[in-house]
């Protein structure tokens, strides 16, 4: 059976800050939107269009995530990403990756070459290597935004990602980032772990930006999922809920969360979130506040 309902979300972090130009990222997510468009209708899974999204979202030194990311209070660039497909829930996932361009692409990698769910730090990266995955130095970092960076609060965050569903009815999602300006070195947030930044079943596709520390504290990925599954409760209500379980421990973001029916969320209690999704009627949208 296909499902004929394609959709596709994608989010580019809840870092956006008012009176911030976002014209360069509101277009080049649109593109990716439709790019992603395209291929779910030329029959692409849902695993690969995430893939290909966030692998696009971190090239372009637009948002804190692949090029765009933030050093840590030691210099040095430690990247984060996980991805999820909805059957059978494989996963794959890297941590505190160093020296390679996209984690999104090492993290498919530990999905369909090892027996693992997450690879970090050293191992992780002499595994992508010897995937043969493209390697980089600490001069391919694109500068960050100063008018982010500064922010205590928002701009230091910018994590991708992306939600799919294709036309077999398979979902997946996929979770990239640099973290945070300033980080300790070897911190890990919640977007390489499944269930916090990254969740994929049979009926929601999940991927979170924000204070990750909470989205770990709140599992705020798996949350949304198991309150739709067991609390019977409808896909906005379960992603508010979970991030007001978010605001009350202190912290703060926005998640795309998507259903085996087309239904989209994309709520945030920051200043902004960037974000772009093609809806079941195929019209696309391209927002940040």
């Known amino acids: 059976m296909t499902n004929k309902c394609l959709s596709l979300v994608l989010h580019g972090g809840a870092g956006a800050l008012s009176g911030q130009d976002y014209s360069a990222e509101l277009s080049h997510m649109r593109g990716l939107i439709e790019a992603g468009r395209d291929a779910l209708r030329a029959g692409a899974s849902a695993l690969d269009v995430v893939m290909e999204t966030v692998a696009g979202l971190e090239a372009s030194g637009l948002y804190v995530a692949g090029r765009g990311a933030s050093p840590n209070s030691v210099g040095r660039y430690e990247l984060d990403a996980s991805l999820m497909a909805g059957p059978g829930r494989r996963s794959g996932a890297v941590a505190a990756l160093e020296g390679f361009a996209s984690p999104i692409r090492a993290a498919r990698a530990v999905m369909e070459a090892t027996p693992h769910v997450l690879l970090a730090g050293e191992g992780a990266a002499a595994f992508a290597a010897a995937q043969g995955l493209e390697r980089i130095g600490p001069d391919w970092f694109a500068p960050a935004r100063k008018s982010e960076t500064k922010s205590s609060k928002a701009g230091s965050v910018g994590t991708v990602g992306c939600v799919a569903l294709d036309e077999t009815g398979a979902l997946a999602a996929a979770t990239s980032t640099g973290g945070t300006q300033g980080k300790l070195f070897g911190r ?20 979170c ?3 990750g520390e909470m989205f770990v504290r709140t599992a705020a990925a798996a949350q949304i999922a198991f309150r739709l599954r067991f609390a019977g409760q409808g896909l906005a209500e379960a992603a508010d809920a979970a991030l007001a379980d978010v605001k009350a421990l202190g912290g703060w973001g926005g998640l795309i969360a998507l259903t085996a029916t087309g239904e989209i969320a994309m709520p945030f209690n920051s200043q902004g979130m960037k974000r772009a999704a093609l809806h079941p009627d195929g019209a696309i949208t391209s927002e940040v506040f």
Do not use: N
């Open 188 to 207: 890990v947030g919640d977007s390489p772990i499944v269930g916090a930044g990254v969740w994929a079943d049979d009926r929601v596709a999940i991927s």
């Open 209 to 211: 930006t924000g204070t």
